[in-house]
């Protein structure tokens, strides 16, 4: 059973307009969200993170917001650029759990 | 530059081969991992490293062997593997007893069995 999904495998945004990533989570001991990011032939890098007591976590040009009640998450990403297409995981861990379950990912393509 | 570093990156064998990945990370950290990565699959956690004693296997088939000699070096042998075990292979480190966040990956390598 899959804790972590990401239900579009794909998204295609126009640059300088607004990337928003969802990615939904079944688990309720889940307190910390993360986001990765992964380019061709790279591993996933740390992008930005929320934990449970908050709602909304920004850092530059991205934006992570948590619904808790409707164990939903996403990342914003504005304005789009071309070098942030990528795909892009979605994880989350508790503090009982230890571990990183991750989403299958998003691709994200930013056209110019 | 992530510091971590897995060798080979790419690695085609057959099902009656032995072969072994390997990891190394020079970020001083004491925690490492193996993730699988199927296509169109989330990441999978497979094994666990903490101070070079494995504290997690995520129920991996016996034909997948991890060893941890030391703290900056990772091994995954493999033998006698199937095409559906074909996938890209994610090593990452960690400090201890941090949140998940701090948790770098390697580029991968990228395996096919035939």
């Known amino acids: 059973d899959q804790q972590v999904k990401q239900n579009s495998p794909s998204l295609s945004v126009q640059e300088g307009r607004i990337s928003i990533l969802n990615c939904d989570y079944t688990?309720?001991?889940?307190?910390?969200f993360l986001w990765y990011k992964k380019y061709p032939a790279e591993g996933p890098t740390f992008l930005i993170s929320?934990?449970?007591?908050?709602d909304k976590n920004e850092d530059g040009r991205f934006t992570v917001f948590l619904n808790k009640s409707a164990k939903h998450l996403s990342l914003h990403i504005v304005p789009s650029q071309p070098g942030d297409s990528a795909v892009y995981f979605c994880?989350?861990?508790?503090?009982?759990?230890?571990?990183?379950?991750f989403g299958q990912g998003t691709t994200l393509q930013v056209k110019p | 530059e992530t510091g971590v570093t897995q060798t080979p990156r790419h690695l085609v064998m057959g099902m009656t081969n032995k072969k072994s990945l390997k990891c190394e990370q020079h970020?001083?950290?004491?925690?490492m991992y193996w993730y699988k990565q199927s296509a169109k699959k989330p990441l999978e956690l497979m094994f666990v490293?903490?101070?070079?004693?494995?504290?997690e296997n995520n129920s991996v088939p016996s034909r997948f062997s991890p060893e941890c000699p030391n703290s900056s070096h990772l091994f995954l042998h493999l033998h006698t593997l199937q095409p559906e075990d074909s996938a890209l292979y994610l090593c990452?480190?960690?400090?201890?007893?941090?949140?998940?966040?701090?948790?770098?990956f390697g580029p991968g390598t990228r395996l096919l069995v035939l």
């Open positions: 990452a480190s960690s400090p201890p007893g941090t949140r998940a966040e701090t948790q770098y």
């Open positions: 688990n309720s001991m889940f307190d910390y």
């Open positions: 929320i934990s449970s007591i908050k």
């Open positions: 994880a989350a861990s508790g503090i009982n759990t230890g571990k990183l379950i």
């Open positions: 970020l001083g950290h004491n925690a």
């Open positions: 490293y903490n101070f070079k004693e494995q504290t």
